[in-house]
């Protein structure tokens, strides 16, 4: 992404946040995640809890996309998505909802029914290892 970049996102899903064990406690959440700061220990700790949120650069200030998002890139670099948790590696997905993300009107099929949230960690704020508007580029330019 260039600096001032038109930016669309659109975000479709419902993740497991917690093991079966604890579903109860901690219900399947929507990208909208729910309506309080997330807090201390989360990658973005002033945006709502379990909400899909998104930085540009490796230094970029996290925002919040949750189902949609629409501005301009604040600066340059790979466009990283992920969920605002805690604890990473007991998300997946829910098979209730077909998930689906688009970035600038480019459907990333394929990338997330294939990688459970598990593998979204929030120091690189990356699914599956590859910034996915990376990836999403590269589709359109084949």
Do not use: W
């Not at 600096?3 to 419902?14: D, F, H, R, S, V």
């Not at 600066?75 to 970035?103: C, E, W």
């Not at 459907?107 to 990688?115: F, H, I, K, M, Y």
């Not at 290892?129 to 999403?136: L, P, R, W």
């Amino acid at each position: 992404m260039t600096q001032g970049e038109a930016l669309t996102i659109t975000a479709n899903y419902l993740v497991h946040i917690s093991p079966e064990s604890q579903r109860k406690q901690y219900p399947d959440q929507t990208p909208t995640g729910e309506a309080t700061p997330a807090g201390v220990g989360y990658p973005a700790p002033t945006l709502n809890r379990y909400s899909f949120i998104g930085k540009i650069g490796s230094n970029g200030k996290p925002f919040e996309v949750g189902s949609s998002y629409t501005g301009t890139a604040s600066g340059a670099g790979t466009l990283y998505l992920m969920i605002n948790d805690n604890i990473l590696y007991d998300n997946s997905l829910s098979s209730k909802v077909t998930p689906t993300i688009t970035v600038n009107n480019t459907p990333l099929e394929g990338q997330l029914p294939e990688v459970p949230f598990a593998a979204l960690l929030p120091a690189a704020l990356v699914i599956g290892g590859a910034g996915i508007y990376a990836a999403s580029r590269k589709k359109r330019t084949v």
